[in-house]
């Protein structure tokens, strides 16, 4: 597909060859071609939004530009592109994310914007699409495939089929399917899964894939089966295997989990780098703020032996190569005018200046012409709970002296094929059961929100929560209100704060809320920009600080426990489940 549609062809040829004068011209710079791996001295002519000449050294604009830049000598590269991200973990609705980024020389996203999908249906995408044409960068939507993920196992506030995902592939910009996370459905040919993808092919769209540990024949049939990309490779082996097989492989790093290491070990093994690209997947608005975006995975892959024009390649040709932009990703004749000019190639500070389709969008690290405002809003409180009537409903009720119960891991351990579920026995007193250390063990809760009254409450061992009770109605992916807490009491406060501030987080000890972070857009983004939600952000964290040593940053730890698209054993409103097999296990034994 071409970003820029309906090009003038005949403006751009006579600009090109000097029959009328350029929008811009940028001299004085050291080009970064991506497509030859060479860096050398040029001058880049723009009409239209569109690069129509590509100058050598001292040779001149002819006729004069509108406008000229001299680029100091600096290195002038293309934008990066960010093939695959959630734009709800940033806490910021579409149009406050792309202000955020660009000024980082990200010009290009495309999200998967399955989390307010699985909240609200296709008016939550349609919000996210509209914010979108808002951002001073070009965003890029992909259908969400898996709302709810696996839809026997949890519950959430929609349901996509194949006429949910055809209706929304029918907007301009939405360019295919977004990760088919239901690796398991696709690898047996699951019909709602085969005909999701069909959808996405009949309209010619990217199929992106979603398949952590997934190898051997089961690899070639998920690949038989249409996703084409995988960002969750988590093994130095399986990145080998995965590019032999002609699957594009995503670099992640974002403040979730960062592949950047595993990834380095398997790409020696492997000479072609071409299919390999980059994404931030989920990053909260204090590491946008602070470290950056794709700029900060290519610094990391630098940092790790990666040659520098292999690691730009990778955020730039090879991506939109990816996606198949057939004019992005480089500096030539007919590609897009998305640029940034940086003062050296470290990347681990802002541009000098960033450029959508020939537009000055940031200078000097931050934004031009674009006020940074709070966003509008959907107008409607998604926390619909209306199980939790009492502290009494976050126990554990039984009628025996004692119960044998599943005690859950939250550790990063826990989260490989093949765990093995622990049982252990606990007292009942009073009809409830009670943990005889409560710095050993707590609870923890995941409350369907969206109305159907489910929840599934288990004791967990690791969680290491000293103080009081930690709530989220971030909870990839149904986006569940979870709560961790050591007293009913508590968890009952919690869970009335976040419905009273439309979804959030909250940490409550003692029966009073410490601190709340309203995330009121969906319960999971605030209208507000980055300068604004990341300072909020950080307080939340500082009111759990003192809860756990273990639980920093705890606002990610509690994101991921009820998502079942994970090897291991999750948690879900509707019980608890093995992530590898997607099967129900049983929360007591007789």
């Known amino acids: ?14 600009a090109a060859l000097g029959k009328m004068p350029c929008d811009l011209a940028i001299d004085n710079v050291k080009l970064v071609n991506v497509l030859t791996g060479e860096i050398y001295p040029a001058g880049v002519d723009i009409l239209d939004g569109v690069i129509v000449r590509v100058r050598m050294h ?15 000598g600096h290195y002038l ?13 940033t806490m910021m609705v579409p149009e406050n994310f792309g202000k955020a980024a660009v000024v980082w020389g990200t010009t290009t996203a495309v999200t998967d914007p399955h989390e307010i999908g699985n909240v609200m249906g296709i008016p939550g995408v349609r919000y996210m699409l509209e914010s979108a044409r808002r951002s001073p960068l070009r965003i890029y939507t992909l259908a969400p495939s898996c709302v709810p993920s696996v839809p026997h196992l949890e519950g959430a506030g929609a349901a996509f089929f194949k006429k949910e995902v055809a209706e929304l592939l029918c907007d301009e910009d939405v360019i295919g399917v977004a990760e088919v996370m239901d690796y398991i459905g696709v690898i047996n040919d699951d019909p709602r899964m085969h005909e999701i993808i069909d959808a996405g092919i009949e309209a010619g769209g990217f199929i992106q894939g979603h398949a952590p540990y997934v190898m051997g024949n089961d690899l070639c049939a998920y690949l038989c089966g249409g996703p084409v990309s995988d960002h969750e490779v988590r093994m130095a082996s399986e990145l080998s295997e995965k590019l032999r097989m002609g699957m594009h492989v995503n670099i992640k790093s974002s403040s979730l989990s960062d592949t950047v290491q595993e990834f380095l070990k398997g790409i020696k093994n492997v000479p ?24 900060h995975i290519v610094n990391e892959c630098v940092k790790g ?8 390649r990778f955020g730039t040709c090879n991506a939109a190569r990816e996606l198949h932009f057939e004019d992005a990703g480089a500096i030539a004749p007919g590609y897009v005018a998305d640029l940034q000019l940086v003062e050296d190639l470290q ?20 934004l031009i012409g674009t006020e940074a405002s709070e966003a509008a809003m959907p107008g409607v409180n998604t ?12 126990g554990i009720h039984s009628e025996k002296s004692e119960e044998k119960l599943l005690v859950f891991s939250a550790s990063r351990e826990s989260m490989t094929p093949g765990q093995k579920a622990v049982y252990r026995c606990f007292p009942v007193e009073n009809g409830l059961v009670r943990i005889p250390d409560l710095n050993e063990n707590q609870f923890i809760s995941v409350v369907n929100r969206h109305g159907s009254g489910d929840m599934t409450t288990v004791i967990c061992s690791d969680f290491h929560l000293l103080h009081g009770c930690v709530a989220s109605t971030i909870s990839h992916d149904s986006h569940n209100m979870t709560i961790a807490y050591r007293t009913p009491e508590d968890a009952y406060v919690a869970a009335k704060e976040l419905e009273r501030i439309g979804g959030g987080m909250c940490y409550v000890e003692d029966g009073k809320v410490v601190y709340s972070l309203p995330l009121p857009v969906a319960g999971l983004m605030s209208p507000l920009t980055v300068d604004l939600i990341a300072p909020a952000i950080q307080k939340m964290d500082e009111a759990v600080e003192h809860a756990s040593e273990h639980l920093s940053p705890m606002l990610l730890a509690i994101a991921i426990l009820a998502l079942p698209v994970r090897p291991g054993i999750i948690i879900t409103d509707r019980g608890v489940v093995r992530g590898d097999t997607l099967e129900f296990i049983p929360q007591r034994l007789d």
């Open 305 to 312: 032996g990666i040659e520098p024009m292999d690691a730009m």
């Open 383 to 394: 926390v619909n709970i209306p199980q939790i009537t009492s502290p009494d409903v976050f």
């Open 77 to 89: 590269l293309p934008g990066f592109i960010d093939v695959h991200m959630h734009i709800e973990s």
């Open 347 to 366: 990347f681990d500070k802002r541009p000098l200046a960033v450029y959508v389709a020939g537009k000055l969008v940031a200078k000097d690290g931050k």
């Open 1 to 14: 597909m071409q970003l820029i549609k309906n090009k003038d062809r005949s403006r751009l040829t006579r």
């Open 58 to 72: 001292g040779e001149p604009c002819m006729p004069a530009a509108m406008e000229t830049l001299d680029g100091g």
């Open 272 to 295: 072609i780098h071409d299919q390999v690209s980059l994404c931030t997947d989920d990053v909260h608005a204090a590491d946008l703020l602070t470290t950056g975006h794709i700029n």
